[in-house]
């Protein structure tokens, strides 16, 4: 069984910047339409930013300018700049991929990571 695994996640100071990365456990064909989400303590999960299988970004109000997605086959990142004490939350991927080229494309969540902004 496949999973997504999220790493890069930490403790940072305001000002500071992260990379999220999102990794297949194993060997996959494909990675197509990709989002990360967060959720805060006592929150509901957030769509922070999201790439389409043609590379179309978007991104919320709250990280746009700030956050940057991107994608290759097999991975994806988020890149996190000029970071806020209310980015702190649990960041997740959600990936839409293929495993095998006569596989179809499925949905997978991440286990999260944790994104900590602090002084």
């Known amino acids: 069984q496949v999973q997504f695994v999220e790493s890069g996640g930490g403790l940072v100071q305001p000002g500071g910047s992260l990379r999220l990365s999102c990794a297949a456990s194993g060997r996959i064909f494909g990675i197509y339409a990709v989002g990360w989400y967060r959720q805060a303590p006592g929150s509901q999960r957030e769509l922070v930013a999201d790439?389409?299988?043609?590379?179309v970004t978007e991104y919320s109000d709250a990280v746009k300018g700030r956050f940057t997605i991107y994608k290759d086959n097999t991975m994806v990142y988020l890149q996190m700049n000029s970071l806020k004490p209310e980015d702190t939350a649990v960041y997740y991927c959600?990936?839409?991929?293929?495993?095998?080229?006569?596989?179809?494309?499925?949905?997978?969540w991440g286990q999260g990571t944790q994104v900590t902004v602090s002084s």
């Open positions: 959600n990936v839409d991929a293929q495993l095998r080229p006569d596989y179809g494309v499925d949905n997978y």
């Open positions: 790439i389409s299988r043609d590379g």
